[in-house]
């Protein structure tokens, strides 16, 4: 393939370099909006090179774990919602050195007992959950691909099927999420609506020409 042919497909509207530059304007945006609250401790270029590194984990993620029934960006976009809503996607978070009440991890926030998840290709092994934090492209790339396969297994197990603009699937997913049902029948709640709201605007930003 010639430099030209490799300029156009990183041009093109599905490449991994265009989408994660989207995912990234996203959460960079939402870094501003989060200083409306005050600030947040951490320098502004120190912050976009976290995002960049959260962005780019988040579609390598989605793309080795693909969810059955939905697109690849309404993977990224899922991924990026929970994350933002888990942790406010907050640095100390993000490197460890706050963890949640129940010792939730990483910007997923993901329990101990995600562990216990049944052996197939979802599963989170507890080797894996003792190294979900940190800062760099590694130890990122470790915490989304765990953030990934927890909420695949929501879709999988639940069967739950992508609709494009209908925030209930989406809902359920984040209310499994939040608090798996055997059943998968829990009402997914204001939570969960209110995620879903936020995944739907971010899903239509990731696909537009």
Avoid at 45 to 64: F, K, Q, S, T
Avoid at 73 to 94: D, I, N, Q
Avoid at 190 to 195: E, L
Wanted: with cysteine; proline share 5%.
């Amino acid at each position: 393939m010639n430099r030209l042919l490799i300029l156009l497909a990183l041009a093109a509207p599905d490449s991994g370099a265009v989408l994660t530059e989207r995912v990234f304007s996203d959460l960079h945006d939402y870094g501003f909006a989060r200083e409306k609250d005050g600030p947040i401790g951490e320098a502004l270029d120190e912050r976009d090179a976290r995002y960049r590194d959260i962005a780019v984990a988040i579609d390598a993620a989605c793309r080795a774990h693909p969810w059955p029934g939905w697109p690849h960006k309404a993977c990224v976009a899922m991924a990026t919602t929970a994350a933002k809503w888990e942790s406010g996607m907050l640095r100390t978070v993000h490197e460890g050195s706050k963890v949640g009440a129940a010792g939730e991890k990483c910007l997923f926030q993901l329990h101990r007992k995600t562990t216990l998840a049944p052996l197939n290709k979802w599963h989170i092994a507890m080797t894996e959950w003792e190294q979900l934090t940190g800062l760099g492209p590694e130890a990122t790339a470790r915490c989304a691909d765990a953030g990934v396969r927890v909420l695949g297994w929501q879709v999988a197990r639940c069967r739950i099927k992508f609709a494009r603009g209908d925030r209930w699937p989406a809902a359920q997913v984040f209310g499994e999420y939040h608090f798996p049902s055997a059943t998968c029948d829990a009402p997914p709640g204001a939570m969960g609506f209110a995620r879903a709201g936020s995944f739907v605007s971010l899903y239509e930003k990731l696909v537009r020409k």
